[in-house]
T-cell receptor, first 115, second 111 residues
């Protein structure tokens, strides 16, 4: 158990819909990262927040957005969903503000299926 | 272009045997390199992290090596166990703290 929690575990929705994925970091961690992993694909870094502020941006689509709240939990919003958005979405947390500066602890993931 | 390439793509070995996974990168400048283990359907777990000055680092039966001159790293697994069946991902940290992920090596350990 990494100490990072993600909800929901599974999500099934239709094309064109909007969903919100939630992540609670490990106690004491200020950085939250979001990753997308499509079937048989590698991890794709989406975005990082540090203490409520956007810190780094990766290959995140304009239809996707994220935020980190004062209690440090984070939400990833996916809108106008397409079939290709079906994937595992991971959240990770760390204490450092610089990506890769220390160990990232990954949550169990949310499996999104778009029908 | 900053890239991380892993080989082989997949590997099948018998329980008890050793194996070595490769990671070649073109990321420059280089900050650090990390190996992750990812069980199917679960989040990755960090195995080792190596900086420019480190050549070898061990974590139990896992030993990572780094040659910063040739930009190559390897992950050696000794006396494999069924629980080693997973994907192994190499991640390189480059400039501006950008993380470059390899596509992983899928290892299957058979009894």
């Amino acid at each position: 158990d990494s100490g990072v929690t993600q909800t929901p575990k599974h999500l099934i929705t239709a094309t064109g819909q909007r969903v919100t994925l939630r992540c609670s970091p490990r106690s004491g961690d200020l950085s939250v990262y979001w990753y997308q992993q499509s079937l048989d694909q590698g991890l794709q870094f989406l975005i990082q927040y540090y203490n409520g502020e956007e810190r780094a941006k990766g290959n995140i689509l304009e239809r996707f957005s994220a935020q980190q709240f004062p209690d440090l939990h984070s939400e990833l919003n996916l809108s106008s969903l397409e079939l290709g958005d079906s994937a595992l979405y991971f959240c990770a947390s760390s204490s450092a503000w610089a990506p890769g500066g220390d160990t990232q602890y990954f949550g169990p993931g949310t499996r999104l299926t778009v029908l | 272009k900053n890239q991380v390439e892993q080989s082989p793509q997949s590997l099948i070995i018998l329980e008890g045997k050793n194996c070595t996974l490769q990671c070649n990168y073109t990321v420059s400048p280089f900050s650090n390199l990390r190996w992750y283990k990812q069980d199917t359907g679960r989040g990755p777990v960090s195995l080792t992290i190596m900086t420019f000055s480190e050549n070898t680092k061990s974590n139990g039966r896992y030993t990572a090596t780094l040659d910063a001159d040739t930009k190559q790293s390897s992950l050696h697994i000794t006396a494999s166990q069924l629980s080693d069946s997973a994907s192994y991902i190499c991640v390189v940290r480059g400039s501006s703290y950008k993380l470059i992920f390899g596509s992983g090596t899928r290892l299957l350990v058979r009894p």
